[in-house]
């Protein structure tokens, strides 16, 4: 009787999550819950399981109930692998793009900070050829800016 209650609260979790990941994997969540809708039902009628157990080959009834429960097993482990899979390429296409945001900020900081130092390393006043704004166009012009 223990046994029972135990396997049922197990099956009955399976079927709160499958129910729960139908929309993401419709199809592993309704073989969830057929699996483990049958294995609730031959847990609690042992002589149907072994009826049906005769009938498909297996020796017994918990024989048949156990198989129920490690394909149910199986089901969610491959979920949570293709879970987790999904999971870890969503990390490297981020690690990917905050990678090449960081070089980007840095190169255009790099570029920023050596036009400054032209722009104070080059003589500036009334006589500098830079100074008109005609000098500055040319500059700009010629690729010199």
Do not use: C
């Not at 979790?13 to 294995?39: D, N």
């Not at 999904?86 to 190169?107: C, G, K, N, P, Y």
């Not at 390393?121 to 500059?139: F, W």
């Amino acid at each position: 009787m223990i046994a029972q209650i135990i396997i049922s609260m197990l099956l009955a979790g399976v079927v709160v999550y499958a129910a729960s990941e139908r929309r993401r994997s419709p199809v592993v969540a309704f073989l969830s819950i057929i699996s483990a809708t049958a294995g609730l039902y031959f847990t609690w009628t042992p002589d149907h399981a072994t009826q049906v157990a005769v009938w498909a080959g297996v020796g017994r009834g918990v024989d048949l109930v156990l198989y129920i429960w490690v394909s149910i097993s199986l089901i969610v482990l491959l979920n949570l692998h293709l879970k987790l899979r999904s999971q870890m390429e969503l990390v490297t296409v981020m690690a990917r793009t905050i990678a090449l945001a960081e070089a980007h900020r840095r190169f255009s900081q790099k570029r920023r900070r050596r036009s400054l130092v032209r722009s104070q390393s080059r003589p500036t006043g009334e006589h500098s050829r830079l100074g008109r704004p005609s000098g500055l166009l040319e500059a700009f012009k010629g690729g010199k800016l």
